[in-house]
């Protein structure tokens, strides 16, 4: 499978706190994707970091690509109840094709 | 307008029927796609539409069949389903295709349950 790792899994954390989630891929890549889905509803794109990037910004949110590592993280800094959801990495691999793969995702639980 | 529109949002049918689920964007991109998603799992690529042709078909079985019938619909036609294919169905748009490997943008998905 070409599918992509992120850890942990689950993750649960206090309002106000950083949530810091990993991904790790397998193969060359274009471009990395994070996404965040809302309970059983259609996936939101947060950012996009390209394969010769290594840190890019987005609000609250940082994300960093280390290429020779095969590996990203998602970090949110100061995190609210809202933001409770599940988050996805997902790679574009090659650079004539339009398809993502998507990692396994990490469940995110934010407490008031 | 950046939304991706579904319909329906629920769908329950028996294994012996026809159904089909549309997907509406008018963001002009020119490539849109149909995805599978099984629950607690990442979303599962079914079909890519670039410029209103099938570029990539994940080895889909043939009772899913996806139709473009301009650059804003796209249709996924159902029939004779079984129960294993009980899941979210999103569709997505994105940009021209290929190269830069554009955002793709989501709908709310279609809930479907086959009986």
């Known amino acids: 499978s070409q599918q992509g790792e992120e850890d942990p899994q689950a993750l649960s954390i206090q309002e106000g706190e950083n949530a810091t989630m990993n991904c790790s891929y397998k193969?060359?890549?274009?471009?990395l994707q994070w996404y965040r889905q809302n309970s059983g509803r259609g996936l939101v794109h947060l950012i996009l970091?390209?394969?010769?990037?290594r840190e890019k910004h987005s609000g609250r949110l940082r994300v960093t690509l280390d290429t020779s590592k095969k590996s990203s993280s998602l970090l949110i800094t100061a995190s609210r109840a809202a933001d409770t959801a599940s988050y996805f990495c997902?790679?574009?691999?090659?650079?004539?094709?339009?398809?993502?793969?998507f990692g396994t995702g990490t469940r995110l639980q934010v407490f008031p | 307008d950046t939304e991706v529109t579904q319909t329906p949002k629920h769908l329950v049918m028996g294994m012996t029927n026809k159904k089909s689920l549309k997907c509406e964007q008018h963001?002009?991109?020119?490539?849109m796609y149909w995805y599978k998603q099984k629950a607690k799992k990442p979303p599962e690529l079914m079909f890519v539409?670039?410029?209103?042709?099938?570029?990539i078909n994940e080895s889909v079985p043939s009772r899913f069949s996806p139709e473009c019938p301009n650059s804003s619909l796209l249709n996924l036609h159902l029939h004779a389903l079984q129960p294993e294919d009980s899941a979210l169905y999103l569709c997505?748009?994105?940009?021209?295709?290929?190269?830069?490997?554009?955002?793709?943008?989501f709908g709310p998905g279609t809930r479907l349950t086959v009986t």
């Open positions: 193969t060359s890549i274009n471009n």
């Open positions: 539409y670039s410029y209103e042709k099938l570029s």
């Open positions: 963001m002009g991109h020119r490539a």
């Open positions: 970091i390209r394969s010769n990037e």
């Open positions: 997505a748009s994105s940009q021209a295709s290929g190269l830069a490997g554009f955002e793709q943008y």
């Open positions: 997902a790679t574009v691999q090659g650079y004539n094709t339009d398809k993502l793969i």
